[in-house]
């Protein structure tokens, strides 16, 4: 079976510094697509950065960042300067290619602190 | 921008009744999912739909079926809602051209059954 693993369920971090959420997943495909997606306190879901498996380059969204392992199965985010608009729960997902069914995990909820 | 708009953020509900969660979205998109979201177990997929009066059973189906009459509206009915089904329930789109680029979600209905 096809499984996505967030062994965070919470953390917390101060303002300004940096912060890493790990995800590892299962499958035995290999074209697939992963992503992070943030969910605010009482806010809808949102995007937060893709990442295509056939590629091997990181991707970056300004302050987001993944560590993309794909031997060892591993999606990790890494939230650089972290602001107080980053609390929330955070949610790793993948997809395979051909499929419609997205898998997610269960979320690491993420505070910033002051 | 993309919207996804859910009848409800709030519902509470009896024992026995049926009840109907829906759902809009205003982008054209052919895809559109129902998950449930409960603490410690992420988003779980019940139905999905890829086009007009079509759609797929997704992990959680009992107890749940979808109607789309029309593109832009999927919508959730528990035939005979039962307190384990209280939960928070998304609706998510995307516009299903294979390219797995981002799914965008509604606000969420928090459903209560008593």
């Known amino acids: 079976a096809q499984t996505v693993t967030q062994s965070q369920p919470e953390m917390s971090v101060q303002e300004a510094e940096t912060v890493t959420l790990s995800c590892t997943y299962d499958?035995?495909?290999?074209?697939?697509?992963l992503f992070w997606y943030k969910q605010p306190p009482s806010r809808q879901m949102i995007l937060v950065i893709r990442?295509?498996?056939?590629?091997?380059q990181n991707a970056t969204e300004n302050r987001f960042s993944v560590n993309f392992q794909k031997a060892a199965k591993s999606f990790s985010l890494k939230i650089s300067d972290s602001q107080l608009g980053d609390t929330a729960m955070y949610f790793c997902?993948?997809?395979?290619?051909?499929?419609?069914?997205?898998?997610f995990g269960t979320g690491t909820r993420l505070k910033v602190l002051a | 921008d993309v919207k996804v708009t859910q009848s409800s953020r709030y519902l509470v509900k009896r024992t026995g009744e049926k009840v109907f969660l829906e759902c809009v979205q205003d982008m054209d998109h052919e895809n559109m999912f129902w998950y449930r979201q409960d603490p410690g177990l992420g988003l779980r997929l019940i139905y999905f739909?890829?086009?007009?009066?079509?759609?797929e059973k997704g992990d959680i189906p009992e107890g749940y079926s979808v109607s789309r009459e029309k593109k832009e509206r999927f919508s959730l009915i528990l035939e005979s809602a039962s307190t384990n089904q209280t939960s928070m329930y998304l609706c998510a789109t995307e516009p299903g051209t294979a390219s797995y680029n981002e799914q965008f979600f509604g606000p969420g209905t928090r459903l209560t059954v008593l």
């Open positions: 990442q295509e498996a056939y590629k091997q």
């Open positions: 499958t035995s495909e290999s074209n697939y697509y």
């Open positions: 739909s890829y086009d007009v009066k079509m759609k």
């Open positions: 997902a993948f997809i395979t290619s051909g499929t419609y069914k997205y898998i």
